[in-house]
T-cell receptor
Framework: EAGVAQSPRYKIIEKRQSVAFWCNPI?????LYWYQQILGQGPKLLIQ????????DSQLPKDRFSAERLKGVDSTLKIQPAKLEDSAVYLC???????????FGPGTRLLVL | AQTVTQSQPEMSVQEAETVTLSCTYD???????LFWYKQPPSRQMILVIR??????QNATENRFSVNFQKAAKSFSLKISDSQLGDAAMYFC??????????????FGKGTSLLVTP
């Protein structure tokens, strides 16, 4: 069974530029999560989807971050414009249903200069 | 909000020895889940073990076991017969069973485990 796929694996941009990350969850998983992991810290939830609906986006900085999961399968997370403090690893996770075990992708490491 | 504390930023163990990683958490809920995740340098977060709060029996997975003390809100991970491949960051995580919480994982800051030959 294929795991959670993410791309790109690495991205370097300058501040005020835009960037987008892509995530394809495990087939059949209805719930998808985006986490932000700043160096030296544990991951922090940004947004959670159930199929194509948002369950929780209370920690998402909505002035610059946006995410969508239009067809209830893969998802895109966008940052526009990026700030230096957005440098982090962005992890995508999925679970079969809400409350089930979450499986993580390899992450996208973002460096904002 | 629930907080998860890992008080050991770094731990070291010799190959074949046993090591225990500590985790405490703060919650007012009676039912919840606790997890230990491993994150090697490749950065893929891998589930090591999971404990359901309503189960008194400590979870075990091969060389990995937990000591779950619900009253003390403590959830430590014991790794027996440590192997070089166990070297990684280990994260303790809490998950509510309350639908209002959205079931997101609440992570500690992690413990870096070094395994020496």
């Amino acid at each position: 069974e294929a795991g959670v796929a993410q791309s790109p694996r690495y991205k370097i941009i300058e501040k005020r530029q835009s960037v987008a990350f892509w995530c394809n969850p495990i087939s059949g998983h209805a719930t998808l999560y985006w986490y932000q992991q700043i160096l030296g810290q544990g991951p922090k939830l940004l947004i959670q989807f159930q199929n194509n609906g948002v369950v929780d986006d209370s920690q998402l900085p909505k002035d610059r971050f946006s995410a969508e999961r239009l067809k209830g399968v893969d998802s895109t997370l966008k940052i526009q414009p990026a700030k230096l403090e957005d440098s982090a690893v962005y992890l995508c996770a999925s679970s079969f249903e809400v409350g089930e075990t979450q499986y993580f992708g390899p992450g996208t490491r973002l460096l904002v200069l | 909000a629930q907080t998860v504390t890992q008080s050991q930023p770094e731990m070291s163990v010799q190959e074949a020895e046993t090591v225990t990683l500590s985790c405490t958490y703060d919650t007012s809920e009676s039912d919840y889940y606790l997890f230990w995740y491993k994150q090697p340098p490749s950065r893929q977060m891998i589930l090591v073990i999971r404990q359901e709060a309503y189960k008194q029996q400590n979870a075990t997975e091969n060389r990995f076991s937990v000591n779950f003390q619900k009253a003390a809100k403590s959830f430590s991970l014991k790794i027996s017969d440590s192997q070089l491949g166990d070297a990684a960051m280990y994260f303790c995580a809490y998950r509510s069973t309350n639908s209002n919480s959205g079931y997101a994982l609440n992570f500690g800051k992690g413990t870096s485990l070094l395994v020496t030959p």
